[in-house]
Structure formats: C-alpha cells, structure tokens
C-alpha cells in the first residue's frame, strides 16, 4: 500500500459526459500528480500541483482540468468525455515538488467512456 | 524534450535465473534521478529501484540492480534470482524538473517455472 488513495477505481460513463476523480496523498506530502495510462499513450504526464498551486503541465487536454485542496486531496476533472479517453488515471505523490524526491502512485482508476 | 527508450517489449526468463531489462534515455542536464518501476496484473506501480545520476555507484535493492552508464545514457535493471512474483510490466523512468516523470514504453516480463 503507497498510502495514496484514489476513488473511484472504475467507473464507465458515456460520451459527453463529465466526471470527477479524487485523490488522496500520502500523509505529509505537498505535491500531487495526475498521470494517464492509455493503450496508445503509454503512461503520460497530465499536471502537478504542489500545495494547492499548479506547478507543471504536461499533455493535458483543455477538456480536463484539476486542482489541489487546502486539505491537500486533490480532483481530476474530466469533461465533455471522448472514447479515446478510456484510460487508467493515476494519482501520485510526493514530500515535496522538488527533484529527487520519490514519488508513489495510488491503485488508479480506470475510467470507460462508452 | 526528455525521451526514455525501452528497446525490448517483452523479455522471458526462467525462476531463480538473472534477467537484464534494457533502457536508454536522452536529457540535457547533468543532475537527474532515473527509476525503475514494476506494474504487475493489479497495475498498481510499484518503486523499484531509483538511482541518482551524480551517484557513480549502482543502485542495488536486493536482488534488484542497476547498471548506470551515465556517459552512454543507459540503465538497465538487472533481476537475480527471479521468481514468480516478479512476473509484471517494468517501466523505466527519469525524472525531469519537478519531480515529472518520463516514461519509457514498457518491457513486460514473464517469469517461466
């Protein structure tokens, strides 16, 4: 167990649709990521947050957005949802946003868009 | 723009034999961490193994090692004695700024009995 939790862990909705993916760190630590592993992506880098505040953005559409809590969790939001959306979200996180610090990832959760 | 290259899709290997899993990377910067993580059927991603590039030694986490050859940018995870359990996706990965990670593709390992 990595101590970082994400809900849900599946979830299929239609196409257009809306949903939210909520994440949990690992207790103490400030930075959150949002990866996305898809079939013909691979495993992609989508946003980091560290202490409530966008650090980095990598490949994330316009249709997505997220944000970091005071209390720290943080959400994916995901909208106006496509098939090729399909994926596995992993949340992930670390002590700080700096380099070299480890960083673990939770269970994911596996969207379908249907 | 930092790309990690996993040459080899899929690698076999028989219990308690050695396997090394191959990863080649390209970045600019001269202080970097490099990771090796494990997804096994859960998908779960599991830490493996890290190395810090200004660290000449290798890594070593049990039977799990690392082969670091800075100048030729390379990192290849070796497994001794393998077993069963360790039967999953591999991911190489290197960290840029921040503490983003880049993946490489992918090499899935099956362990034979």
């Known amino acids: 167990d990595s101590g970082v939790t994400q809900t849900p862990k599946h979830l299929i909705t239609a196409t257009g649709q809306r949903v939210t993916l909520r994440c949990s760190p690992r207790?103490?630590?400030?930075?959150v990521y949002w990866y996305q592993q898809s079939l013909d992506q691979g495993l992609q880098f989508l946003i980091q947050?560290?202490?409530?505040?966008?650090?980095a953005k990598g490949n994330i559409l316009e249709r997505f957005s997220a944000q970091q809590f005071p209390d720290l969790h943080s959400e994916l939001n995901l909208s106006s949802l496509e098939l090729g959306d399909s994926a596995l979200y992993f949340c992930?996180?670390?002590?700080?946003?700096?380099?070299?610090?480890?960083?673990?990832f939770g269970e994911g959760s596996w969207l379908t868009v249907v | 723009a930092q790309t990690v290259t996993q040459s080899q899709p899929e690698m076999s290997v028989q219990e308690a034999e050695t396997v090394t899993l191959s990863c080649t990377y390209d970045?600019?910067?001269?202080?970097?961490?490099l990771f090796w993580y494990k997804q096994p059927p859960s998908r779960q991603m599991i830490l493996v193994i890290r190395?810090?590039?200004?660290?000449?030694q290798n890594a070593t986490e049990n039977r799990f090692s690392v082969n670091f050859q800075k100048a030729a940018k390379s990192f290849s995870l070796k497994i001794s004695d393998s077993q069963l359990g360790d039967a999953a996706m591999y991911f190489c990965?290197?960290?840029?700024?921040?503490?983003?990670?880049?993946f490489g593709e992918g090499t899935q390992l099956t362990v034979n009995p």
């Open positions: 992930a996180s670390s002590p700080l946003g700096s380099s070299g610090n480890t960083i673990y």
């Open positions: 207790s103490g630590d400030l930075s």
């Open positions: 947050y560290y202490n409530g505040e966008e650090r």
């Open positions: 970045t600019s910067e001269s202080d970097y961490y």
């Open positions: 190395q810090e590039a200004y660290k000449q």
């Open positions: 990965a290197q960290e840029t700024s921040g503490s983003r990670l880049t």
